[in-house]
């Protein structure tokens, strides 16, 4: 008698979690016990949000840091900082630090049937071969008629390298100055 209570107790209890695994893997039961806000189509309002709220790339594609940090992309990425050195021969067209998007203006070197427009995607924020895409588009134009293509040269190749290089020794210079914060900090508590 005492075995068969205890085996329809079990029966029950796990009939009961069967269902609560159920309803909460439907998200209806959790969606009203904890609603979400909803989401913002449009991704230049969500980028902008997130940037007043200083999440900025670091609550996206670029991951971690705290929820409510004031994260200054441009100051604290060395891949950013490396990128806007290297293109500050050009005019830039556009800026998205919250999508981690850098577009240049066109160029042109004198040839005014010739100009080309560099675009940097970043797509994390370690100093990565993989970190960082550079697309070059061409417009050639003949009698008014221009024709935009993208193109594979080493131009591309170049100036990722220019920028990985760049951004590798921002790096390490920025942690030779935290050493040597951590060092003065250490020296001046000793004396004190």
Known sequence: MLISKIN????????????????NSCGNVGSIMNPKEPIEPDARKRARK??????????GIFGGGA????????????????????LDFMVIASVDYAGGLIISDWYSDGDSNEAIKITLRFLDT?????ALKVLIHK??????????????????????????????????????????????????????
Do not use: H
């Open 8 to 23: 329809k107790l079990l029966k029950n209890a796990a009939f009961f979690l069967l269902i609560t695994i159920f309803l």
């Open 50 to 59: 997130n940037a007043d709220e200083g999440r900025g790339v670091g609550s």
């Open 67 to 86: 929820a409510n940090t004031n994260y200054q992309f441009a100051s604290s990425n060395p891949l950013w900082r490396a990128s806007l050195d290297t």
């Open 126 to 130: 370690e100093v990565r071969v993989d």
């Open 139 to 192: 417009k050639i134009c003949v009698n008014n008629n221009c024709k935009i293509n993208q193109i594979e040269s080493d131009l591309a190749f170049d100036i990722k390298d220019k920028i990985l290089k760049k951004a590798a020794y921002l790096v390490k210079t920025d942690k030779e100055k935290i050493k040597s914060k951590k060092i003065k900090s250490v020296i001046s508590n000793e004396r004190n």
